[in-house]
Nanobody
Framework: VQLQAFGGGLVQEGGSLRLSCTAS????????MGWFRQAPGKEREFVAA????????YYADSVKGRFTFSKDDAKNTVYLEMNTLKPEDTAVYFC???????????????????????WGKGTLVTVSS
């Protein structure tokens, strides 16, 4: 299984970026997917997740209202639309996948790194002030 994230880059404060993550060897349409990020010197933290059906999304408080998680089952790809970016959003962003298919969890579990079995290599997002 491989997850490849794309779309990172340098953007000014207030700008937007869209990250993509394409899976090979794993079916996005049937799996819980997540985005995490890790800033220099900090631990990896939860950003957003989407249920396997795509019907429910979860967001960290720090990005709620600014980021949107979506998926395109036909392309086996998930997206993280990031708007109104802030310097504190600067980090390497990782996409992640639950290896189980069709599984639903209580809400708190979607935020846990331990839920996710597969991880991409990450894409760097830098927001300048």
């Amino acid at each position: 299984v491989q997850l490849q994230a794309f779309g990172g880059g340098l953007v000014q404060e207030g700008g937007s970026l869209r990250l993509s993550c394409t899976a090979s060897g794993h079916t996005v349409s049937r799996s819980v997917m997540g985005w995490f990020r890790q800033a220099p010197g900090k631990e990896r933290e939860f950003v957003a997740a989407i249920s396997w059906s795509g019907g429910t999304t979860y967001y960290a408080d720090s990005v709620k209202g600014r980021f949107t998680f979506s998926k395109d089952d036909a392309k086996n790809t998930v997206y993280l639309e990031m708007n109104t970016l802030k310097p504190e959003d600067t980090a390497v962003y990782f996409c992640a996948a639950d290896r189980a298919y069709g599984r639903t969890y209580t809400a708190g579990n979607y935020y846990r790194k331990g839920l996710y079995d597969y991880w991409g290599k990450g894409t760097l997002v830098t927001v300048s002030s």
